[in-house]
């Protein structure tokens, strides 16, 4: 019932910044959590950024003060705004929808980010 759609990825040199946007649509509950996770080659899959309903958040350590989660409940959309990439940062991003109650995940295909050396 719900479908993410994301957006922005592609290749950047190292040092660089790259916007990805994530599009929710669908049966949405308004209260939700949403987020990116990332699998780099040979990886596990792997919690970048979240941001509550209300606008609290939260980062992995790699990416904290590089990176930038907001949202826009109006819209329905997510964005995460990286700066500084490094050649590391190089993995498939997938933004992520939670519903507390019932608990209950939905996921987008992926963006693929590149980052050069």
């Known amino acids: 019932q719900v479908q993410l759609v994301e957006s922005g990825g592609g290749l950047v040199q190292a040092g660089g910044s790259l916007r990805l946007s994530c599009a929710a649509s669908g049966m949405i509950f308004s209260t939700n959590a949403m987020g990116w996770y990332r699998r780099a080659p040979g990886k596990q899959r792997e919690l970048v950024a979240a941001?509550?309903?209300?606008?609290?958040?939260n980062y992995a350590d790699s990416v904290k003060g590089r990176f930038t989660i907001s949202r826009d409940n109006a819209k329905n959309t997510v964005d995460l705004r990286m700066n500084s990439l490094k050649p590391e940062d190089t993995a498939v991003y997938y933004c992520?929808?939670?519903?507390?109650?019932?608990?209950?995940?939905?996921w987008g295909k992926g963006t693929l980010v590149t980052v050069s050396s």
């Open positions: 992520n929808l939670h519903v507390q109650f019932p608990q209950m995940d939905y």
């Open positions: 941001i509550s309903f209300g606008g609290i958040t």
